[in-house]
């Protein structure tokens, strides 16, 4: 069971707690402009090396994981925020028009390329954190509806339900009370790896120049100004990749290692 | 099978209306006005009005809607905006590029997925299992664009094997495969690792059926009773899984062609949003989601022929 978990969690908290730290310190000034060190390779002085500008990659990491973490975060709170009522709904509800109307709406959702909706959506708000935030939250929105129907549905057949129904509690009482609690631990995993795809898919819209716009540093739009300099200085390009495989891996191993902790019967099915 | 068919048919077809409702809402109502968003803030009057009443924009909407799916459905996807060219015209030489580049990733992935899938379920708990699941867990997690370009780094500007990017065209289809092998490999590494890992838990969870202790009780290996009588039966999962990342790595290759120079639709796609041509934006978008939402359709009918216990359901 640690044997993912622990990884993970360390990964994980890594990348936070270094992105924490950017706000009170980085190890030198991502904002100065310094031509006269730009393109030096990993070093006492600059551990990870220096930009085309000079600057200090280390610290546009950390705080480019500032931009990585806000808008994967907040991507999976519209997800969460959006579709668990509308699982709840849809479940308590079962059978109903209302339910079908959702589960269709979501189909819908998942056919389209989502990646192509980002772009268009950033293509016609115009490029920004906000829009990127928006284009990926609501791709996560029918992962969650999906999810917590599912489980929610299973949930309504169970003793405890009845209980609560002979109690004269209504469904969206029933729904608040008894079932969201049951759903906590799914949600905690799934909202885990949706936040690890969220860093791949801001790394990716920032790469094409649709995610956080200069000057705030991003992992992707670092990799895209690295791409011409990768045959004469590599360790521009290599070091906003590796931060970014760290920190999926590490999300990854997290989510795995929660299910096995929280839900012990699937610990056999998955060794 | 007859009537599923229909049936999946006729979702099919609604699925269509309503995308080809919201990408024409996106595109055409969200940006307010289309005739100034294409031509900027400082255009003129008379020319925001040339374009206007060139684009049609002074009917109503209901009938620019229907007139634009008239279109789709005949083949005629307008006339671009910035090029003067039929976007059919463009999305058809594009599509050149973009389509065999997606199948010669399918194909990679599919031939790393399956032995690096079956092995790690033969060995399942063993050593080669865990080397297997660790290498998959790494795969999903390379960003494929960064992938990309460590792919450049080492076989284009260090040992010289393929070009940095660019494509040849199709007229000496050898040095258009390499120009696209290394799109390829790019596209196909984290698929490739996503479908390892369904491929195993399925063929794992095939591993506990009864026929599979009767092979074994037969005498046949571990290995071979999953081949013989494992792989098929664990191929619905696996199947689904192959049918999202064809429209995947159709519409994911926007992000590859930018890597590489390569003239397919993401390229198209990318010029015409930075040009503000939203005709073309709109028919590539909603030509991505109708390959999207066929291949949707065809696996649905792949694993009904699969599997007859699912025509019965729905």
Known sequence: MTRRLLPGAVLSALVILAALVSFVWTPGDVASVEVAQRLQPPSAAHW??????????????????????????????IGIGAGVP???????????????????????????PALVIAILITAIAGPGAVNAIVAIGIFNVPVFARLSRGAALSLWSRDFVLAARLAGKGKPRISAEHILPNLANLLIVQGTIQ??????????????????????????????????????????????GLAIVLTVLGLNLLGDGLRDALDPRLRDLRT | MLSYALRRLVSLALSLAVASLVVFLVVEVAPGDPARYMLGTGAQEDTVAALRAELGLDRPRVERYLAWVGGLLTGDLGTSYTYRTPVAQMVADRLWVSLPLALFALALSTLLAFPAGLYAAARRGRAGDVAVMGATQLGIAVPNFWFAMLLVLL?????????????????????????????????????????????????????????????????????????????RNALIPVLTIVGLQFSFLLAGAIIIEQVFFLPGLGRLIFQAISARDLIVVESVVMLLVFAVILVTFLTDLAYAWVDPRLRRRR
């Open chain 1, 86 to 112: 509308l699982g709840l709904a849809a479940a308590a509800l079962h059978g109903s028009w209302l339910d079908e109307v959702i589960m269709r709406g979501n189909d819908l959702i998942f056919a389209f």
């Open chain 1, 48 to 77: 990870l090396g220096t930009d085309q500008l000079g600057r200090d990659i280390l610290s546009m990491l950390m705080v480019g994981a500032r931009t990585s973490i806000a808008v994967a975060l907040l991507a999976v709170g």
């Open chain 2, 155 to 231: 076989f284009a500007i260090n040992l010289g094997w393929f070009g940095a990017g660019g494509f040849p065209g199709w007229s000496d289809p050898l040095a258009a495969i390499k120009a696209l092998t290394l799109p390829a490999v790019a596209l196909a590494l984290p698929q490739a690792a996503i479908l390892a890992r369904v491929l195993r838990s399925a063929l794992i969870d095939v591993l506990g059926e009864d026929f599979i202790r009767t092979a074994r009780a037969k005498g046949l290996t571990r290995f071979q009773a999953l081949w013989r009588h494992g792989v």
């Open chain 1, 195 to 240: 936040f690890s795809l969220g860093i791949l898919a801001e790394a990716g819209l920032s790469y094409v120049g649709l995610g956080a716009q200069p000057p705030v540093p991003s992992w992707g739009r670092m990799l895209a100004e690295a791409q011409t300099l990768v045959a004469i200085a590599p360790h521009v390009a290599l070091m906003p």
